[in-house]
């Protein structure tokens, strides 16, 4: 696995570990957390440009060796965690239940759940010894609900505030809090891909699951990558220091999904 270190940042600084940080929502949170003076520990599959105060490690979140090789690593750049944001996750298959391929189902849920699993796993011990910490599971609007043709994340996303809630009751009583914030359709290349495996599987054009995306939420909108880290970035800080187990939509108040 390959590791990169910019070790500009302030001594001291809020130590951030991000999983899938080399692009899209993880980037976001990696350049948002940086520019309010935190060290960020981040790991992709391709990690990309590692920006001044971060640390970006090659790793599949799928694999537990690998996850390991990272946090040892950012355990020892950022010399203890302070807020874990478990990112990690694809789109997986669009098709009906009835035709999915097993494989393909697999590689969704173990992206989406495992990785966010094992991220956990690893931080619950490192925070409860220290009496404190704050968690945060990506989860979506499509773990609040059900979507056609997209079985796989949809049992992913409702896996991840299941975990999300055992882990706000086990991890509480040593000062841990652990949320998990459901997206609605974030502006971006994987939602991009997400439209358009969806209207192949549907048989319809790209521009009509878009304006349903939008439709579907009071305010008709898509969201964006900023929107999500300014509610982390809240939760994170210490005036969330109260809320936990909670799953927080940032979604324009979704009516219903496509």
Known sequence: MSIEEN???????????????GSGIGACLVRRFLAQ????????????HVPDGAMGYQADVTDEAQMQAFFDAAEAF???VDVVCANAGIGGPA?????????????????????????CRWAAGRMAAQNGGAIILMSSTSGQ?????????VTA???????MKTLAMELGPHGVRVNAICPGAVEGDRMERVVAMEAAARGVPE????????DGNSLRTWVTADDLAEMI????????????????AVDGNTERMT
């Not at 609900?145 to 994340?153: E, L, N, Q």
């Not at 996303?157 to 975990?163: A, H, P, R, S, T």
């Not at 521009?207 to 939008?214: I, M, Q």
């Open 95 to 119: 098709s009906p239940i009835a035709e999915m391929d097993f494989a393909a189902w697999r590689a969704c849920v173990a992206a989406n759940l495992d990785g966010a699993f094992l991220t």
């Open 207 to 214: 521009d009509s699951v878009r304006t349903l995306y939008a």
């Open 78 to 80: 950022l010399g203890g």
């Open 233 to 248: 970035l809240f939760l994170t800080s210490p005036q969330g220091a109260k809320i936990s187990g909670q799953a927080i």
């Open 157 to 163: 996303k409702w896996g991840i505030l299941g975990l």
């Open 37 to 48: 003076g935190a060290r960020v520990a981040y790991c992709d599959l391709d990690p990309g």
């Open 7 to 21: 070790n500009g940042g302030a001594a001291g600084a809020q130590r951030v570990l991000i999983t899938a940080g």
């Open 145 to 153: 609900w059900g979507v056609p043709t997209r079985s796989p994340y």
